[in-house]
């Protein structure tokens, strides 16, 4: 079952007004934490003309099991700045999660402004191994079955379904990457063919490399405003006209994994179909997760899909999330779109997920 986590009910406006990433990479042994989000929180305020002292709420989101370290995220405040005491929280979930904890501060009053950031380095470890720890720790995680392999039931379970095959994969991941030549922060750019990714090696049948997401490390940070405020940051705010989570059962045996009635659910409460959007940003680090998305959201060939590439071209885990709404709202910001739908994941085979809806002003 799902909590409702709906925008039902009155509430004040709120857009995002900025938002910046890192130039995404296989590993950034040289970088701390610190070191990773120092330059994009500098970047996001410098877009705003607003100081620390100028933000209302702080929120992050980070993995204390990628840094190997508990309350890791307390050092990442050394690159927000402290002092004088701010009000801050923190998930332990991808940033777009941690936008939503701001979203509702900035409707229920608390703030006027929010700083929202994640980051993640995947490169110190085995990440297939450290997503393990998510599952089920008494009857699936001793098991040790790594993402990948999880995400090959997944995309074995859409094939058998006869609802996507092989090539139909391929396409996605070339198309993907293909986009993500215009794209200076992502990872991956550029594909060969879909007849030459067919040739490729399996990395866990049915899965190739191409179907997979690379390991990442990065960050990225939104500045989220009010009303007034925003209109005053910002010529063309993005404008949130609907955000929602649902959750669905922590097993994955459970579940039908060929479909996501989560993500459904949750932009049935996000307005998402209301109206079509132009653009959607889907945050689907396999290439079998996109067309079970697209599916769940009813896109048409009308709605371009991850312009940017999605996370088939980054994908720093709990930043990756984050990114795909900042995607969303900067083109709104730039007039490259009017109605964008920004989607986040998180858990095994789509197990959390997360809707919102942006627009342009009026």
Partial sequence: MAADNSTAGPGREVAVVAFAQTVHRRSTDQLSEVELVLPVLHDVLKQTGLTTDRIGFTCSGSSDYLAGRAFSFTMALDGVGAWPPISESHVEMDGAWALYEAWVKLRTGQADTALVYSYGKSSPGCVRDVLTRQLDPYTLAPLWPDAIALA??????????????????????????????????????????????????????????????????????????????????????????????????????????????????????????????????????????????????????????????????????????????????????????????????????????LVAVLEGEQ
């Fill in 152 to 353: 090959a039931l997944q995309t074995q379970a859409l094939i058998d379904a006869g609802l996507a095959d092989e090539r139909a994969l391929a396409a996605t991941a070339m198309r993907s990457r293909r986009a993500a030549e215009a794209n200076p922060h992502a990872q991956l750019r550029g594909s060969a063919d879909v007849e030459e990714l067919l040739k490729q090696p399996y990395e866990v049948r049915p899965l190739r490399r191409h179907d997979c997401p690379p390991v990442s490390d990065g960050a990225a940070a939104v500045v989220l405003a009010v009303g007034d405020t925003a209109r005053a940051l910002h010529t063309r705010p993005a404008w949130i006209r609907g955000i929602d989570h649902r959750i669905e059962a922590h097993q994955p045996g459970v579940r039908d994994l060929t479909e996501s009635p989560s993500t459904r659910l949750a932009a049935v409460h996000a307005g998402a179909f209301d109206a079509p959007p132009d653009t959607a940003e889907l945050h689907a680090p396999f290439s079998a997760q996109e067309l079970i998305l697209r599916r769940a959201l009813d896109l048409s060939d009308g709605t371009e899909v991850n312009p940017s590439g999605g996370a088939l071209a980054a994908n720093p885990v709990m930043a990756a999330g984050l990114i795909r709404i900042g995607e969303a709202a900067s083109r709104i910001q730039r007039g490259e779109s009017r109605r964008a739908l920004a989607h986040a994941t998180s858990g095994p085979c789509l197990q959390q997920n």
